[in-house]
Nanobody, 123 residues
Framework: QVQLVESGGGLVQAGGSRNLSCAAS????????MGWFRQAPGKEREFVAS????????YYKDSLKGRFTISRDNAKNTVLLQLNSLKPEDTAVYYC????????????????WGQGTQVTVSS
């Protein structure tokens, strides 16, 4: 089993940036593709980005390309999500997740989830 712990959330002004981090417990971190999802109040959890096991491949929700960047550090068992040019509609709880699939974008593809970190963007 993989335990995932997100950090880095908080309050940020519109136009600002935030870096989220997700630490994984398992030594076989490179077994998993990693992803980030988010869930705004009253809305479904939606895909944000995923990254392959090696980090060479990435995949983004179309509308977030260019503003968000996913990366991973396999030596530190960590996956990162850089949020730039934030908008109030980016306000959500952000979750990281681990999958045995290659570059998954479906919630059902992910076996392990963190507890989430809240990002609030003020206008």
């Amino acid at each position: 089993q993989v335990q995932l712990v997100e950090s880095g959330g908080g309050l940020v002004q519109a136009g600002g940036s935030r870096n989220l981090s997700c630490a994984a417990s398992r030594r076989t971190f490179t077994t998993y593709a990693m992803g980030w999802f988010r869930q705004a109040p009253g809305k479904e959890r939606e895909f944000v980005a995923s990254i392959s096991r090696s980090g060479a491949g990435t995949y983004y929700k179309d509308s977030l390309k260019g503003r968000f960047t996913i990366s991973r550090d396999n030596a530190k068992n960590t996956v990162l999500l850089q949020l730039n040019s934030l908008k109030p509609e980016d306000t959500a709880v952000y979750y990281c997740a681990a999958s045995l699939r290659a570059l998954p974008s479906m919630k059902s593809d992910y076996a392990y989830w963190g507890q989430g970190t809240q990002v609030t963007v003020s206008s």
